[in-house]
C-alpha cells in the first residue's frame, strides 16, 4: 500500500501532500498503519486538496502546497495562508497521529461511543465522498441543515447546506480535520486558533451565511450544551438508522422524520436560549463587510496622503457614503441615523487607523467655517462623535460616559475659537464689496494655504517647489484680502 | 464690530443650523424627510442625504438656509448630544404621542439644551405621529403646558400623513429670524460680543433692520 502511494505521488497532480504524510511515519508500525488506511487516505487527500485547486483563492495550487512545508506562525497575520498552512499541517501530522492509534480503518459499522467514529457522524460528506456508508450519511446530514434554519433569512434544504459546505474548501477541510484526526486534546487546544481563522473567513461571506457557520461550528463543539445536544442527537440517530436497515425496525420512517422534526425544534430553542451564540457584529447589524471595509480604509490612506482640509473633507463624505451605502444594500430599506453611528465606529475600528484621529483635529481646526455648518462639517461631526464612543469604549467606560468633561470642555473651546474666527472673518468680508465668486475663490485659496503649508512633513518639498507655489497663492490670496481692503 | 453690510445687496441671507433630538423610532428622521424631499418610508435612501438635510427658504423676501442636523436616538449615543447640537440656532425635539417615555426624554433634552446653550435657541417640542391618536399616551394639555413652562414651542406632526410638518419648520425658521435680528440689534448696539460670536452659524449678508449701516463700515 505503501508503495502504491508512493507511486501514486507521481501520477497524481499533487504529489506533496502525499509523501510528506508519509515520509513523517518513520517508524514500521506508522507506516503499516498507514497502509491500514487505505483508501481511506487517498480520499482524504483528494478531499484536502480538490477543494483547493477549485476555489477562488488568489494563490496557486503550488503554492499552496509549497506554503505546507514551513512553519505557519509567522504568517498567521494573513490569515487566508495560514488558516490553509495550518490545516495543511495539522492534517498531516494528525492524521498520522490517528493512523498510529487507529489501524484498522474506521467505518460506520464500527462501535458508537467510540470518540473518532461519533465525531464522524458529524461529518457526512467525508462519509459520501469516502464512498461508504452512503446510505447512513445521507440521514445524518439531516440534522446538521436543521440548523440552518435557524438562519434569520435562508431556508436552506439540507442540499443547500451541503453544497454550501462543498463551496467553502477551508471549512470543509476544517471540518474534516477537526472531526477526523484529531484527539479530543489537540483539538480543544486548537480551539482558539481555529474559531480565530473561521471568524476570518467568515468575513468574506453574507451576513446569514456566517450566521450559519457559527451555528456549524457550534454544533460540532462537544463542550458546548448546543454541540453536545446535537452530538447526542447523532449517536441516537445513528443507531436508529441501524436497526431501520434491519428486517425488524424498531421506529417507522415517519416515526424518525418526527423525532427529527422534534430535535429540530428543540436544537432551535436550545440555541437561542443557551446564549452559546456569539456571532460577531458583522452578522447581527447591517455593518458593511469586509470589502466596505478595506474601501473606507483605502480612502483613509489617502486622506494621510492630502493636505488640503477640503479634500480630506471630501474624502471623509466618501467613507460614510461607502458606510451609508454598505448599510443600505444590506437592509434594502430605509436606515435611519440611529444605525449609521454605530456602523461608522464600527468601520473606523475595522479599518485600524488610528491617525484618523489627527486628520479629524485637522479638519476641524483648519476647515473654513462655512464648511463646518455644511454636509461635510455635519459627517466631520459624526467621525468625532464616533472617535469619542470608541475611546470611551477603550476606556472601559459605559456608553453614558463617552463625553467626558474634558471633551466637552475642549469641544466648546474649539466651537468658540472657529465661531470668533468665522465672525472676524465675516465681518471683514462684510467690509469689503466681494462677490461670491471671489469669495469662493478667496475660500478655495485658503484651503490650498493651508494644504501647502502642511507639506510641511516632507520638509524639502516645502522649502523648494512648495515655498514657491506656496508663496504664490499666499500673494494672490492676500492680494484680494488687500485689494478688497483698500475698496471698503 | 460690524454687523451689517453694505447697503448694495439686494437681500440678506440667513443661515440656520437645526438639529433634531429625541429617542429612537419617534420618526426625527421621517419627519426630516418629509419636510424636505417630501418623502416617506423611502426604500432607497443610500445617499449621503438621510442624516444631513438642507432647505432653501424665502420668508417675507429674506433667504433662508436651513442645515438640518438629525442625530442617533439611542439612549447610549445621548452623550454625543453636545457634539451635534452646538452652535445650533434651533432644537427640534420629537416624540411619539404613543409613548410617554419619549416625552421624558425630551423634558431631559430641553433641560441639557437651556443648560448648555442657554435661551438663544428656539427649542420646538414636536408630537409625531398623530395618525396614531387613538393610541396617545402624551396628553396634548400635559405636553402643550409643559412647552410654554419652558419657552418652547409645540406641535403636533404626522409625517406618515404629512400633517404640521410645514407649519413646524416655517415657524421655527421665523422664530429663529426673529431672534438673530435681535441679537443683531444687540450688537449693533455694542452690547454683546461674546453671545453672538458664540455662533457659528449666522446672517451672511447685509443691511439688518433696526442697524444703523454706516456703524461698521467705518470699522473696516
Not at chain 2, 7 to 31: A, H, I, M, Q
Request: with cysteine; aromatic share 6%; charged share 25%.
Amino acid at each position: 500500500m505503501v508503495a502504491f502511494y508512493c507511486i501514486s505521488r507521481d501520477v497524481l497532480p499533487f504529489p506533496l501532500e502525499l509523501p510528506e504524510a508519509i515520509a513523517k511515519a518513520t517508524t514500521h508500525r506508522q507506516l503499516e498503519a498507514i497502509s491500514h488506511m487505505g483508501q481511506e487516505l487517498l480520499f482524504t487527500l483528494h478531499f484536502v486538496l480538490i477543494p483547493f485547486e477549485n476555489n477562488m483563492h488568489p494563490l496557486s495550487l503550488p503554492q499552496q502546497l509549497q506554503l505546507t512545508n514551513h512553519s505557519a506562525s509567522n504568517k498567521r497575520h494573513r490569515f487566508k495562508r495560514s488558516m490553509r498552512l495550518r490545516l495543511s499541517e495539522s492534517s498531516m501530522n494528525l492524521s498520522l497521529e490517528g493512523v498510529g492509534s487507529y489501524s484498522p480503518p474506521p467505518s460506520v459499522e464500527q462501535p458508537v461511543g467510540s470518540e473518532r467514529l461519533q465525531k464522524d457522524g458529524t461529518n457526512p460528506q467525508r462519509r459520501v465522498h469516502a464512498g461508504s456508508g452512503i446510505e447512513v450519511a445521507a440521514l445524518e446530514r439531516r440534522p446538521a441543515p436543521s440548523l440552518a434554519e435557524l438562519d434569520s433569512s435562508s431556508s436552506f434544504s439540507s442540499m443547500d447546506e451541503d453544497s454550501d459546505s462543498d463551496s467553502d474548501p477551508e471549512s470543509m477541510v476544517l471540518t474534516q480535520r477537526r472531526i477526523y484526526q484529531r484527539p479530543p486534546l489537540v483539538r480543544s487546544r486548537g480551539r482558539g486558533g481555529l474559531h480565530r481563522m473561521s471568524e476570518a473567513f467568515v468575513c468574506f461571506f453574507a451576513p446569514d451565511k456566517r450566521l450559519t457557520r457559527l451555528v456549524e461550528e457550534l454544533s460540532r463543539d462537544r463542550r458546548s450544551i448546543f454541540g453536545g445536544m446535537v452530538q447526542d442527537f447523532l449517536l441516537e440517530q445513528r443507531e436508529v438508522l441501524k436497526s431501520l436497515a434491519s428486517s425488524s425496525p424498531r421506529v417507522t420512517s415517519v416515526q424518525l422524520l418526527q423525532g427529527l422534526r422534534l430535535f429540530l425544534s428543540q436544537a432551535k430553542c436550545c440555541l437561542l436560549d443557551s446564549g452559546e451564540l456569539e456571532p460577531p457584529i458583522e452578522t447581527l447589524t447591517g455593518v458593511p463587510d469586509c470589502r466596505e471595509v478595506e474601501r473606507v480604509r483605502k480612502k483613509l490612506v489617502l486622506m494621510q496622503r492630502t493636505h488640503s482640509p477640503i479634500d480630506k473633507v471630501l474624502l471623509l463624505l466618501q467613507v460614510c457614503k461607502c458606510v451609508h451605502k454598505a448599510m443600505g444594500c444590506l437592509h434594502g430599506e430605509k436606515m435611519s441615523w440611529d444605525d449609521f453611528l454605530p456602523s461608522l465606529s464600527y468601520v473606523i475600528v475595522e479599518c485600524n487607523r488610528p491617525h484618523v484621529l489627527i486628520e479629524v483635529e485637522y479638519m476641524m481646526e483648519l476647515l473654513e467655517t462655512s464648511w463646518l455648518g455644511g454636509e461635510g462639517g455635519y459627517y466631520l461631526t459624526s467621525v468625532y462623535a464616533s472617535l469619542c464612543l470608541i475611546q470611551s469604549l477603550d476606556r472601559d467606560q459605559p456608553f453614558s460616559g463617552c463625553l467626558t468633561a474634558e471633551a466637552q470642555e475642549a469641544l466648546k473651546e474649539w466651537s468658540c475659537r472657529r465661531s470668533r474666527e468665522a465672525q472676524r472673518q465675516k465681518e471683514s468680508q462684510q467690509n469689503q464689496v466681494g462677490t461670491k465668486t471671489l469669495r469662493r475663490t478667496t475660500e478655495r485659496l485658503e484651503a490650498s494655504c493651508v494644504g501647502l503649508c502642511c507639506t510641511q512633513r516632507s520638509p524639502v518639498l516645502c522649502r523648494t517647489a512648495g515655498t514657491l507655489a506656496f508663496c504664490q497663492v499666499m500673494c494672490v490670496f492676500f492680494g484680494h484680502t488687500m485689494l478688497r481692503s483698500s475698496d471698503g | 464690530m460690524a454687523a451689517g453690510g453694505a447697503g448694495g445687496n439686494s437681500g440678506r441671507t440667513y443661515s440656520f443650523k437645526v438639529v433634531l433630538l429625541g429617542e429612537g423610532c419617534v420618526g426625527k428622521t421621517s419627519l426630516v424627510l418629509r419636510y424636505c424631499e417630501n418623502k416617506f418610508n423611502d426604500k432607497h435612501i443610500t445617499t449621503l442625504q438621510a442624516s444631513f438635510l438642507t432647505k432653501k427658504l424665502n420668508i417675507t423676501g429674506k433667504r433662508v438656509n436651513l442645515a438640518i442636523w438629525d442625530t442617533a436616538g439611542q439612549e447610549r449615543f445621548h452623550a454625543l448630544g453636545p457634539i451635534y447640537y452646538r452652535d445650533s440656532n434651533g432644537a427640534i425635539l420629537v416624540y411619539d404621542i404613543t409613548d410617554e417615555d419619549s416625552f421624558q426624554k425630551v423634558k431631559n433634552w430641553v433641560k441639557e439644551l437651556r443648560k448648555m446653550l442657554g435661551n438663544e435657541i428656539c427649542l420646538c417640542i414636536v408630537g409625531n405621529k398623530i395618525d396614531l391618536d387613538k393610541d396617545r399616551h402624551v396628553s396634548v394639555e400635559e405636553a402643550e403646558s409643559y412647552s410654554e413652562s419652558v419657552g418652547a414651542k409645540h406641535y403636533h406632526t404626522s409625517a406618515k400623513l404629512n400633517k404640521g410638518i410645514e407649519e413646524l419648520f416655517l415657524d421655527l425658521c421665523k422664530r429663529m429670524m426673529e431672534t438673530a435680528q435681535a441679537e443683531e440689534r444687540l450688537k449693533g448696539n455694542g452690547a454683546s460680543q461674546s453671545a453672538s460670536s458664540r455662533r457659528g452659524v449666522q446672517i451672511v449678508d447685509d443691511e439688518p433692520q433696526a442697524t444703523p449701516a454706516g456703524g461698521c463700515c467705518s470699522s473696516g
